[in-house]
């Protein structure tokens, strides 16, 4: 290997990853195109939230007089609905405007009571108990104006975009996505679809590494598969440096005879480094094509997954310095007992059950890099690190799929 890193922890491998990030560029989106994207810049909000004192309750709205005894009758000077064109009445001692939720505190009242413990007599309404000052919604007790709320490299969840549009904001900021090439090599894929001979099997590669591509929050740009041969995939990564700010390959970088992906990076390319101390999926390499950055991943289904998982999705959320999609780890008994290795991470597929005592993780398929059945059926990945146990009820991290 010329002296580039070879077979390196996952830590290492990221670390090296990270130091040819991507480059990013920033658009401005309407709110509506928002929702799942990564914040560019810190926003401050340009309103107080609430703008103005206003009842949490429909009920009627008065003066909190500590003196006063219950049930007190008071009369009815007014209506104040949830908009601001009403005639604003003043409430003095002795009076009640009939409020809505949300509607502006009237000038003079400072409490209110629920609809529920006030009784309605023509002009007049008995309070059952006294009112109060707590379901009045104070001006900018959610949010002061120019407050940052939301800070740059935040996910837009929904509930985020909705605060956006709370503080103000038409438009935002958010980075574009980024376009990643997904080729698949190898003579033996077939598109779906398509009868099969003997020895061929179905291209799926592409698919889940696309879906995992969206799921991060980028635009996957799939090319038709290509057939083990130099030129042919010189011709392919050429074509997606030209177009993609990333390339992701899978297939042929193991040590076999037709793993050309490594054998041209290694010739014509520029590796950073090759494999990485994870079971199942250590061939992986990372380098640049054309000055593009790119995955060479295993082709073994399982494998793919687990190294964008493990590499890529890190490394995407690196470049936009986002936590975004957050990646959740759990802690976990195993019921079954999970192969670990000395040198290292092994990411066992598992079933997730949720208990009294905690969450128990099951293991009950088989475990081949190429059985994507067993990955479709998990809920998570062991994080066994290198010489860590896996017997029966050790208690384990695991990465929530
Ligand atoms: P390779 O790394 O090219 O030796 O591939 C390892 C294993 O993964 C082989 O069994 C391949 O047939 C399989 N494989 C490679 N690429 C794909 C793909 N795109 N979809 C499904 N299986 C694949
Ligand atoms: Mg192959």
């Known amino acids: 290997m010329d002296g580039r890193p070879y077979f390196i922890s996952v830590e290492e491998a990221r670390a090296i990853c990270n130091a040819t990030p991507l480059q990013t560029t920033v658009e401005h989106l309407p709110l509506e195109a928002c ?30 007089d500590s003196e006063a005894t219950y049930p007190l009758t ?30 502006p505190m009237p000038p003079g009242a400072d409490a209110i009571l629920p609809i529920e413990r006030c009784e309605v007599d023509g002009q007049q309404v008995r309070l059952l108990e006294p009112p109060k000052p707590h379901f009045v919604r104070k001006m900018g007790e959610n949010l002061r104006s120019g407050t ?12 985020r975009v909705g605060l956006c549009a709370t503080m103000g904001y038409d438009t935002l900021p958010v980075y574009t996505r980024l376009n990643v090439g997904i ?11 398509q009868p099969l001979k003997h020895g061929e099997i179905y291209e799926s590669n592409s698919f889940g590494l696309a879906g995992l591509v969206e799921w991060a929050g980028h635009r996957p740009v799939r090319f038709s598969s290509v057939a083990d041969s130099m030129d042919a995939l010189r011709q392919t990564l050429d074509e997606a440096a030209n177009t993609c ?35 199942p999926g250590s061939p992986p390499l990372f380098g640049l094509w054309n000055d593009t950055p790119l995955f060479g991943l295993p082709g ?51 079933t997730l059950v949720s208990t009294d005592e905690g969450m128990m993780a099951y293991q009950p398929r088989h475990q081949g890099s190429g059985n994507l059945e067993s990955l479709a059926s998990a809920d998570g ?21």
């Open 183 to 193: 080729v698949s090599t190898g003579d033996e894929l077939k598109s779906p679809g």
């Open 300 to 350: 073994n289904p399982v494998s793919s997954h687990v190294v964008f998982r493990m590499l890529v999705a890190p490394y995407l959320r690196h470049s936009l310095s986002t936590d975004a999609p957050k990646e959740w780890k759990i802690r976990a008994k195993l019921c079954d007992a999970v192969k670990s290795t000395n040198d290292c991470v092994t990411l066992r597929r598992v």
């Open 148 to 159: 940052i709320a939301l800070s740059k490299g935040q996910h837009l969840t929904p509930s």
């Open 35 to 64: 929702t799942g994207r990564v914040l560019a810049e810190d926003l401050a909000s340009k309103v107080d939230d609430p703008p103005f004192d206003n009842s949490a309750m429909d009920g009627f709205a008065c003066t909190f």
């Open 245 to 279: 700010d990333l390339i992701l390959t899978s297939g042929g970088v193991s040590m076999g005879e037709f793993d050309y992906v490594r054998r041209l990076m290694e010739e014509e390319g520029d590796i950073h480094f090759w494999r990485m101390k994870i079971r």
């Open 74 to 103: 008071l009369n009815i000077v007014g209506l104040q609905a949830a908009t601001g064109e009403n005639e604003a009445h003043t409430v003095a001692a002795g009076e009640a405007v009939r409020i809505m939720t949300g509607a």
């Open 381 to 401: 990945l062991t994080l066994l690190q290198p010489g860590q146990s896996g017997e029966v009820g050790s208690w384990i991290d695991v990465l929530v799929l």
